[in-house]
């Protein structure tokens, strides 16, 4: 079951197009991320969720239903431009925003304070907001936007002004959220993060969507035959016209590690017969397109200046 359903939305700006008939369906439980370059029409996008904008054409659903007011209750997001009020104090400034999205005051205290102890800055509690680094404001952010466990997340560079381990730790924290129940699209120009932590992805360039779809699949129908190989002593000898060594480097005086390329009609183990005859094999990989490859192959096809 889909928690989000995006059909047919465009949003124009004079004569800008920031968005030009984008479909996308984000399944229940599930971590999207959104891509693309900047500018592409991703933040467009998470306005008209979030119904700060409206679309020009199209509709968007929540849990089969148009998107209406009533869906302010159950969507958490957090803006790449964050905002918190810098003369209050953290455990006022929790209490608040969880009041206002519904938390009676003692729920908002018991679930803000148990949220701080989990960050470690419970310490921080009654000092201001001003007062605080960027990563340690970053996370009263963070917490304000799950404090009402919302079912949709919606987190737009979540990991910006934080260090790698508190990252890490806001990461951990994401992947619980789902593993809850809770929906999270989150955009993002990390894509290590997008390895790690994404079901599925969906990819916009120039106001339209080039790419959607499960991760793991869309990796896998960019494969191209190409493997990494580390062997002792060198490829000596001709290879098969089908086989492509594309780099071999010396690890020590004896060991080599080769990229190597194959025609579509050549296996794996016709390649692995081919290098035995050549070289001892102590090592042999398949190397899958990442991401972030991925990414710059499409961006760069679509013609991105």
């Not at 800055?121 to 907001?129: A, C, G, L, T």
């Not at 949709?152 to 910006?160: A, G, Q, R, T, V």
Request: hydrophobic fraction near 35%.
């Amino acid at each position: 079951m889909e928690t989000l359903v995006v059909k047919n939305i465009s949003k124009r700006y004079n004569e800008h197009i920031a968005l030009d008939n984008v479909s996308l369906s984000i399944p229940e439980k599930s971590i999207y991320g959104l891509l693309g370059p900047n500018g592409a029409g991703k933040t467009t996008l998470i306005r008209i969720i979030n119904q700060i904008i409206n679309a020009d054409e199209g509709e968007v659903l929540i849990n089969n239903e148009l998107l209406n007011q009533d869906h302010i209750s159950i969507i958490g997001y957090l803006p790449e431009e964050r905002g918190l009020y810098k003369k209050m104090k953290v455990g006022e400034q929790l209490v608040y925003l969880g009041q206002l999205r519904n938390l009676s005051k003692k729920e908002a205290i018991l679930r803000s304070k148990a949220w701080c102890k989990k960050l470690d800055i419970m310490e921080w509690w009654d000092k201001k907001i001003e007062d605080l680094s960027k990563g340690m404001a970053q996370k009263i952010q963070f917490i304000s936007t799950v404090l009402n466990e919302p079912k949709l997340i919606i987190l737009d560079e979540p990991f910006s002004g934080f260090d790698p381990i508190n990252a890490n730790l806001i990461k951990d924290e994401i992947l619980e959220l789902r593993d809850k129940g809770s929906t999270v699209i989150f955009s993002t120009h990390r894509m290590e993060s997008v390895e790690e932590m994404c079901d599925y992805i969906a990819l916009i360039n120039k106001s339209k969507l080039i790419l959607s779809g499960n991760k793991n699949d869309i990796k896998n129908s960019f494969r191209n035959h190409t493997y990494l190989v580390q062997h002792k002593g060198a490829l000596n000898g001709s290879m098969p016209t089908d086989i492509n060594v594309l780099q071999s480097e010396n690890l020590d005086e004896q060991t080599f590690n080769s990229v190597i390329q194959t025609s579509d009609k050549y296996t794996s183990n016709d390649l692995i017969k081919s290098l035995v005859d050549k070289t001892e094999v102590q090592s042999f990989n398949e190397k899958i397109p990442s991401i972030n490859e991925i990414f710059i192959s499409k961006v760069k096809g679509e013609g991105h200046e």
